[in-house]
């Protein structure tokens, strides 16, 4: 199966930065759209933002725009989620998730049901 594999996760302070990394196992990201999703204890698992498979566009979460950024690095393979600013409530684990289908260059959603292949999260603390 198509396999994502996350990395970068840590505990910070508040207003502090982390990147996130995301990788492929088998495949080549650059064909794909890929999100960041994170679930916090108890809660449901969110959409935070999202990268087209080609144009870049992305997308994010209202309580993140401004905050955090989402790139590719065709060259390594991967999807970086660039997070500043962290707050508390970012807690939670992140994954990174990639659609059942190639993407069109246009495709970009923080919607949880279009996305069929998920990494195995890496943990996010802030906290004082």
């Known amino acids: 199966q198509l396999q994502l594999v996350e990395s970068g996760g840590g505990s910070v302070q508040p207003g502090g930065s982390l990147t996130l990394s995301c990788a492929a196992s088998?495949?080549?990201?650059?064909?794909?759209?890929i999100g960041w999703f994170r679930q916090a204890p108890g809660k449901e698992r969110e959409g935070v933002s999202c990268?087209?498979?080609?144009?870049?566009?992305?997308r994010y979460e209202d309580s993140v725009k401004g905050r955090f950024t989402i790139s590719r690095d065709n060259a390594k393979n991967t999807v970086t989620l660039q997070m500043n600013s962290l707050k508390p409530e970012d807690t939670a684990v992140y994954y990174c998730?990639?659609?059942?289908?190639?993407?069109?260059?246009?495709?970009?959603?923080?919607?949880?049901?279009?996305?069929?292949?998920w990494g195995q999260g890496t943990q996010v603390t802030v906290s004082s």
């Open positions: 998730a990639a659609p059942m289908m190639r993407g069109s260059g246009r495709f970009c959603s923080i919607l949880r049901y279009e996305y069929a292949y």
């Open positions: 990268i087209s498979s080609s144009d870049g566009t992305s």
């Open positions: 088998g495949f080549t990201l650059g064909y794909y759209a």
